[in-house]
């Protein structure tokens, strides 16, 4: 999961993106940490909420609704980037980058 986290371009400031690996390997990898990539689901996802509204905080607790919504949120721009390099992989090079036109 470490690997779809934030993507660095996202230009985070260090603090943040402490944040962010914390409440993944908090939250998220004791979850599914274990399922690979291809094989997640919206099951997966949806199993964790509960979970982390009901009893997600290290001492058994419930986790704040802001907390929750924080994990989502990272979650979903994680997961988003790696969509995005997985398409970004599949094209040939050249495809990516527009050419600039020359001006005469």
């Not at 371009?9 to 402490?18: C, E, N, V």
Request: hydrophobic residues 30%; glycine residues 6%; charged residues 25%.
């Amino acid at each position: 999961m470490h690997r779809v986290a934030p993507d660095p371009q996202d230009r985070l400031r260090p603090t943040a993106s402490f944040r962010y690996e914390k409440m993944i390997d908090r939250y998220v990898l004791p979850h599914i940490g274990w399922v690979p990539l291809r094989s997640l689901t919206v099951t997966h996802l949806e199993d964790i909420y509960p979970h982390l509204r009901c009893s997600g905080r290290h001492g058994g607790g419930p986790l704040a609704p802001k907390t929750v919504s924080n994990v989502h949120q990272i979650l979903r721009t994680a997961l988003g980037n790696a969509e995005r390099r997985a398409r970004a992989s599949q094209r040939r090079p050249a495809d990516g980058p527009t050419r600039s036109r020359r001006r005469s």
